[in-house]
Structure formats: structure tokens, C-alpha cells
């Protein structure tokens, strides 16, 4: 009789049966569809294409780090500025400023701007510089630079309009419609322009626009007006009278068409009149004359609500 029998470890039980399979988790076999693999195989690149390529990007990637390093180091701007001086040695350089648009403003600060740079070399010239700088006189409103070759520069100045005098803690001092300083004014040689008096008056020259645009009549007879604590006007006409308004823009608005339509059809004003008090309007308005100062004014004319 034979032995008994004996079972290796790896061995088949039975015959037929493969390796038994040991005990555990099963990594997962990844498959690549089979569309991608395809895909793959159609597409015509081969192994020295794509060294070619990771060359290419090297290079390219080398090339961006170079021009960043010149960059930092400023070496554009060294060769830029050394053309720029050849230009100038060629011939092209600054050698006349034709100044165009002045009236009022002096011409000799707008040539000190203009020449005021590192280098005379037209290409070297900052357009943008001189324009900011102008654009700071009280007089310039805008400001045109460019270059005419070979050696002038162009300076076309839009200047500001004066629209009235402001006067204030004994200064005068020229202002456009928007109350822009422009030029102190002397005494002996004030312009026939509207006199603003008091503190940031010039602020509120376009409030004062406004009111008088609303009444025709008043603005040619208009000697000044003051602000008042910085709260409402008073008005002084070419005649010496003095028309106190009450607070308030729209208040102050409405009390002034009242005036006019009334002046209009009784001529209040050239009249001996002193003030005209309409700060509590709508109520009556109080007329001081020169022998009676402060009585009640009652009108006969009929006036159309305003």
C-alpha cells in the first residue's frame, strides 16, 4: 500500500484547478478604454518629436527669464535713452517752443516747463511730464504737448475764463466760473467783473451761477455779493442798495424773482433805498432808507406767484 498522500502548499487539490488564490484585497487592474487607446495610437507624434518640443519650451522658457533679467537690470530703457541721444546728435533737438492759446497767463513759466527735462533729444522728451505739470497754473483748463520735427515743440494751452473777483480777507483775487484761483487782481486794475466777498465765496460761485441765470434783469445791475456766515448772500448793486437774501439755495431762488418782478414794475431800485431785507421770505420783505432805517414796505404792485 502507499503512504498517505500529502498536499503542497501551492499545489493543485485537483487536478485542472489553477494556483489557489491568496486571501486579501485585490489591487485594481486600471484599464485604458479602448476609443483612448485608439485615439492615441492615431496621432502621429513619435519620441524624437516630442524631445524636439521639451528643447523648444527650454529654450523659450531660458529666453522669458533672459528678457525679465534685462528688464530688471533697465537695459531697454539704457539702449532707448542711448538712441535717443543719437537722435539729438543727428539733429533732432529741441531748439524753439511755439506757445499757442495765451491771453491772460504769463508765457515765461509755460517755457520753463517745457524745458525742463533730463535731455534737450526730441525722442527723449516727456509729453506726458510737461502736460501734468501745466495742468497745476490756475489759469490752464487743458494742455496739448507734441512734437514737430525736427527741433519744436508744440504747446497748445486751452486757458480758463475769468468769471469774477473774489475778494477776501483783503486779497483779490481773479476766479473762474467754477471759483478756480486763477491770478492775484491789483487794486488800481480790477477787470468789470462781479466782486464775490467772504470766506469760500469762490465755492459758491456756481450756486451763484445759477441764481442769477434765473433772473435777466439782475445780473447787469450786480455790483458783488457776499457770503454771508456761510449761509446765505447778500447782493450790492451798482446803485448802492443791498438786497439780503434768505438761506437756503431753492428759498434764496424764489426770494430773487420776487425782487426782480418787483423792481420791474416799481423800480425799487436808484431809488434812496439802503437794504432790502428778504431773509424771512415768503413773509413782507423791510427796505431801510436813509432817514427812516427799518420800516415795513407795503407793495401796491399785484405780482404773479413765483
Given at each position: 500500500m502507499s503512504g498517505p498522500a500529502t498536499i503542497r502548499r501551492g499545489s493543485t487539490s485537483r487536478r485542472?484547478?489553477?494556483?489557489?488564490?491568496?486571501?486579501?484585497?485585490?489591487?485594481?487592474?486600471i484599464r485604458t478604454p479602448q476609443r483612448v487607446r485608439q485615439a492615441l495610437v492615431r496621432i502621429p507624434i513619435s519620441a524624437e518629436q516630442v524631445r524636439r518640443a521639451s528643447r523648444m519650451l527650454g529654450i523659450l522658457l531660458l529666453a522669458v527669464g533672459a528678457i525679465v533679467a534685462l528688464i530688471v537690470l533697465q537695459v531697454p530703457q539704457m539702449i532707448g535713452n542711448?538712441?535717443?541721444e543719437a537722435a539729438g546728435k543727428a539733429g533732432f533737438v529741441v531748439r524753439s517752443i511755439e506757445i499757442k492759446g495765451i491771453k491772460h497767463m504769463d508765457r515765461l513759466p509755460v517755457y520753463d516747463v517745457a524745458l525742463d527735462q533730463e535731455s534737450t533729444a526730441m525722442p527723449l522728451v516727456?509729453?506726458?511730464d510737461i502736460r501734468a505739470k501745466l495742468l497745476k497754473f490756475g489759469w490752464v483748463q487743458d494742455a496739448r504737448v507734441s512734437r514737430r520735427l525736427p527741433d519744436t515743440l508744440v504747446v497748445d494751452i486751452v486757458e480758463r475764463t475769468?468769471?469774477?473777483?473774489?475778494?477776501?480777507?483783503?486779497?483779490?483775487?481773479l476766479i473762474d466760473k467754477d471759483g478756480v484761483e486763477l491770478a492775484p487782481v491789483p487794486v488800481d486794475k480790477m477787470p468789470d467783473l462781479p466782486l464775490l466777498i467772504g470766506p469760500e465765496a469762490n465755492r459758491r460761485t456756481v450756486q451763484l451761477n445759477r441764481l442769477l441765470e434765473a433772473v435777466p434783469g439782475i445780473k447787469p445791475v450786480l455790483a458783488g455779493a457776499t457770503w454771508v456766515g456761510g449761509r446765505r448772500w447778500n447782493f450790492e448793486f451798482q446803485s448802492g442798495e443791498t438786497l439780503m437774501l434768505p438761506e437756503g439755495e431753492d428759498l434764496a431762488a424764489k426770494a430773487l424773482k420776487k425782487f426782480e418782478l418787483?423792481?420791474?414794475n416799481a423800480r425799487l431800485l436808484g431809488r434812496g433805498y439802503v437794504h432790502f431785507d428778504m431773509r424771512l421770505f415768503p413773509q413782507p420783505m423791510y427796505v431801510r432808507v436813509s432817514k427812516?432805517?427799518?420800516r415795513q414796505i407795503q407793495s401796491t404792485v399785484t405780482a404773479r406767484p413765483v
Open positions: 485542472g484547478r489553477g494556483p489557489t488564490r491568496r486571501r486579501g484585497v485585490q489591487r485594481p487592474v542711448a538712441l535717443g516727456d509729453l506726458d475769468p468769471a469774477a473777483i473774489w475778494q477776501n480777507h483783503g486779497k483779490l483775487m418787483l423792481d420791474r427812516e432805517p427799518g
